[in-house]
C-alpha cells in the first residue's frame, strides 16, 4: 500500500511546543514535505527532508529517519495562527502520497 | 513572490456549464502538472498528472472525458470542467513541478467550484 500515517487532532497552548508525528513507507522514498493548509485555502510549503536529521526553519523544525520511515514537524512558541490543518507527504516516484492531515487547535 | 498563479480562485455557475481553471508557474519550467480536487473536510486527491506535450494519466475512477486537460506549454496548464454538476463543486488545486525532487513543491492558490 501508501500508507502514510498521522494523527488526526491535535490541540496545544498558545507558546508551547508541539510534535507532529508522520510515517510513512520507505520503498521509493525521495524526499519528506510538510505543508501547512488553512480552512478553505491552498497548502504551503513548510519543509523538504530528504536526509536523516533535523532542519531548523524560525519556529518550524522538521526531523526524518529513513531507516524508521518517520518524520515529526516541530512548532515551537505556537500561536493562534498556527490553527491548521498539518499534512505530511512523502515523495516517491514522482508523486506525491499525501497523509489525511492532522487538524491543530492552538488554544489561548 | 508567488511561484504559482491558478485563476479564477473563485467559481459559481449553473449545472451543465464548462468551466476553464488555468494554472502558471511563474519563474520556472513546469515539466509536468499535477491537478487535485479537495472536499471539505478531506484530504487532498490526485486527479490527473500530465506532462508538456502528452496526454495526461487520470487516477482511477476519474472521468478524462470529463475533466479535459491541456498541458500545451511549459509554463501553463489547465484543467476544464466539463459540463459542470454540483457533485463536481469542489477545491480545484494545481501543483507544476520542474522535475527536481529537491525543489519546493509550490501549490496554486486553488479554485473553489460551486455549481448551483
Known amino acids: 500500500g501508501q500508507n502514510i500515517d498521522q494523527p488526526t487532532e491535535m490541540t496545544a497552548t498558545e507558546g508551547a511546543i508541539v510534535q507532529i508525528n508522520c510515517t510513512y513507507q520507505?520503498?521509493?522514498?525521495?524526499?519528506l514535505f510538510w505543508y501547512q493548509q488553512h480552512a478553505g485555502e491552498a497548502p504551503t510549503f513548510l519543509s523538504y527532508?530528504?536526509l536523516d536529521g533535523l532542519e531548523e526553519k524560525g519556529r518550524f523544525s522538521s526531523f526524518l529517519s529513513r531507516s524508521k520511515g518517520y518524520s515529526y514537524l516541530l512548532l515551537k512558541e505556537l500561536q493562534m495562527k498556527d490553527s491548521a490543518s498539518y499534512l505530511c507527504?512523502?515523495?516517491?516516484?514522482?508523486?506525491?502520497?499525501w497523509g489525511l492531515g492532522t487538524s491543530l487547535a492552538v488554544n489561548p | 513572490g508567488a511561484v504559482v498563479s491558478q485563476h479564477p480562485s473563485r467559481v459559481i455557475c449553473k449545472s451543465g456549464t464548462s468551466v476553464k481553471i488555468e494554472c502558471r508557474s511563474l519563474?520556472?519550467?513546469?515539466?509536468?502538472m499535477f491537478w487535485y480536487r479537495q472536499f471539505p473536510k478531506q484530504s487532498l486527491m490526485l486527479m490527473a498528472t500530465?506532462?508538456?506535450?502528452?496526454?495526461?494519466?487520470?487516477e482511477q475512477g476519474v472521468e478524462k472525458d470529463k475533466f479535459l486537460i491541456n498541458h500545451a506549454s511549459l509554463t501553463l496548464s489547465t484543467l476544464t470542467v466539463t459540463s459542470a454538476h454540483p457533485e463536481d463543486s469542489s477545491f480545484y488545486i494545481c501543483?507544476?513541478?520542474?522535475?527536481?525532487?529537491?525543489?519546493?513543491?509550490?501549490f496554486g492558490d486553488g479554485t473553489r467550484l460551486s455549481i448551483l
Open positions: 501543483r507544476p513541478w520542474a522535475g527536481l525532487s529537491h525543489q519546493p513543491q509550490h
Open positions: 519563474d520556472f519550467q513546469a515539466t509536468t
Open positions: 500530465s506532462n508538456e506535450g502528452s496526454k495526461a494519466t487520470y
Open positions: 520507505t520503498s521509493g522514498f525521495n524526499g
Open positions: 527532508n530528504v
Open positions: 507527504a512523502s515523495l516517491r516516484n514522482r508523486k506525491l502520497i
